[in-house]
């Protein structure tokens, strides 16, 4: 039975967050302003059937691509929010879903780490993805399950302050977030990154 993990629209790339795609990411390469989809179901071997249906359906580009034993996660993108509205319901009606049908994402851990230290920040440094965490900065760490959720927080978090995208975990086991900045853009980014998951609907694990 196909388990629809994660269903994530997000109506507008950040500069930060696209270039985090751009980077780390396989496919057609995203820009800034362009809306996106991220699906992850398991098992992971059927997310191949959710590209064809999406890439048949409309305009949209495929930037990532993940096919392991447990999950599979696709992302695509276009200019056209409309493109990649009608893909993601092609998405949904080759699972015989709903957007409601997708399971409701959980909050595994929220911390904010003031003022970091100069050898912590250097460890964190050595596996990110994204930008550099420097001393002295706040660093805001966010864990959810499942992990596709994580991109819907990394986004929110960059739209609603000045901070920087540190890292960013999208698929696994876990999602996982790495943010840094001032202790009050920190603080902001954090409720607007608990707040977009939160308030999505879905079915309890």
């Given at each position: 039975m196909?388990?629809?993990?994660?269903y994530v629209?997000?109506?507008r790339?950040?500069?930060?967050?696209?270039?985090?795609?751009g980077?780390?990411?396989?496919?057609?390469?995203p820009?800034?302003?362009?809306a996106s989809i991220l699906v992850?179901?398991?098992?992971?071997?059927?997310?191949?059937?959710?590209?064809?249906a999406?890439?048949?359906?409309?305009?949209?580009r495929?930037g990532?691509m993940?096919?392991e034993?447990?999950?599979g996660?696709?992302e695509?993108?276009s200019?056209?929010?409309?493109?990649?509205?009608?893909?993601?319901h092609?998405?949904?009606t080759?699972?015989?879903m709903?957007?409601e049908?997708?399971a409701?994402p959980q909050l595994l851990s929220s911390q904010?780490i003031?003022?970091v230290?100069?050898?912590?920040?250097?460890?964190?440094n050595v596996?990110r993805?994204?930008?550099m965490?420097l001393p002295?900065q706040?660093l805001?760490?966010?864990e959810?399950?499942?992990?596709?959720?994580?991109?819907?927080?990394?986004?929110e978090a960059e739209?609603?302050?000045?901070?920087t995208?540190?890292?960013?975990?999208?698929?696994?086991?876990?999602?996982?977030l790495?943010i840094?900045g001032?202790?009050?853009?920190?603080?902001r980014a954090?409720?607007?990154a608990?707040t977009s998951i939160?308030?999505?609907?879905?079915?309890?694990?």
């Open positions: 196909v388990e629809l993990r994660a629209y997000l109506d790339l950040q500069p930060q967050f696209a270039a985090y795609l980077a780390n990411a396989r496919g057609y390469l820009v800034v302003g362009m992850e179901i398991a098992p992971g071997v059927l997310i191949n059937q959710l590209a064809d999406a890439l048949k359906a409309a305009n949209v495929p990532l993940v096919v034993r447990h999950f996660v696709l695509f993108h200019k056209a929010q409309a493109e990649v509205k009608h893909a993601g092609a998405v949904l080759s699972l015989g709903k957007i049908d997708r409701k904010i003031h003022k230290n100069d050898y912590h920040a250097q460890m964190v596996s993805l994204c930008s965490l002295g706040d805001y760490i966010l959810v399950q499942p992990a596709g959720y994580i991109t819907l927080a990394a986004n739209k609603n302050s000045p901070i995208l540190v890292d960013c975990r999208s698929f696994g086991a876990v999602g996982r790495y840094s001032k202790e009050s853009d920190v603080a954090a409720q607007a608990e939160l308030s999505l609907a879905g079915k309890e694990s």
